[in-house]
Structure formats: structure tokens, C-alpha cells
């Protein structure tokens, strides 16, 4: 289930302060700057530095 727009325009990256964008395949949010996709669980975004993912 894709994230809802007005969500996505008010978070922004924990670690950086960035934008992040939502990759649909991936079930993440994903700042570009640092690299780190943050999951989706339960269809709640897990904005937790300790938590991402690191992506290439």
C-alpha cells in the first residue's frame, strides 16, 4: 500500500534533516543523501536511525 502523500511531504530523513522519496518495491522510505532506507511495518513508517537499511 503506498504511502499517503501528505505523510510523505512532512517527514523527512532523521539523520540528515533530507528529503526521502518512497520506493514502492523496496517497502521503504529512502534518503538519498545518507544512503538509508527506512522500512515500512505494519504500514508505519520506522524512522529510526538504528533501524534503516543501507542501500547502494
Known sequence: MPIDKELLDILACPKCKGDIIYDQEKDGLIC???KLMYPIK????????????RVE
Open 32 to 34: 538519498n543523501a545518507c
Open 42 to 53: 505494519d504500514e508505519i513508517p520506522v524512522m529510526l536511525i538504528d533501524e534503516a537499511i
